[in-house]
Nanobody
Framework: QVQLVESGGGLVQAGDSLRLSCAASGRTFSSYAMGWFRQAPGKEREFVAAISGSGRSTYYADSVKGRFTISRDNAKNTVYLQMNSLKPEDTAIYYC??????????????????WGQGTQVTVSS
């Protein structure tokens, strides 16, 4: 079992930056691929970014590529999402997800078994 707790959300203006954190429980954090997803009101949950257990591989949705950066610190059992040049359309609840996986980086919500409760990000224009 892995428990995930997100933090770092808030209300910002367009063009600002935020860094989300996701702290994970457990002693095998590096065995888990980690992902960030988001869900805006009235929309389905969508993939944002993911990172392999080692941190050497990352993958991004086209909508955030070049603006968001996913990283992890396995010594701290934490994954981060640095969000720059935020836009109003980035407004959503952001969820952290984990999946035990040796190879590959899952990019679909159905591929993740563990989820955090989410943190709200609101970007005003």
């Amino acid at each position: 079992q892995v428990q995930l707790v997100e933090s770092g959300g808030g209300l910002v203006q367009a063009g600002d930056s935020l860094r989300l954190s996701c702290a994970a429980s457990g002693r095998t954090f590096s065995s888990y691929a980690m992902g960030w997803f988001r869900q805006a009101p009235g929309k389905e949950r969508e993939f944002v970014a993911a990172i392999s257990g080692s941190g050497r591989s990352t993958y991004y949705a086209d909508s955030v590529k070049g603006r968001f950066t996913i990283s992890r610190d396995n010594a701290k059992n934490t994954v981060y999402l640095q969000m720059n040049s935020l836009k109003p359309e980035d407004t959503a609840i952001y969820y952290c997800a984990a999946e035990r996986r040796q190879f590959g980086i899952p990019a679909q919500a159905k591929d993740y078994n563990y989820w955090g409760q989410g943190t709200q990000v609101t970007v005003s224009s």
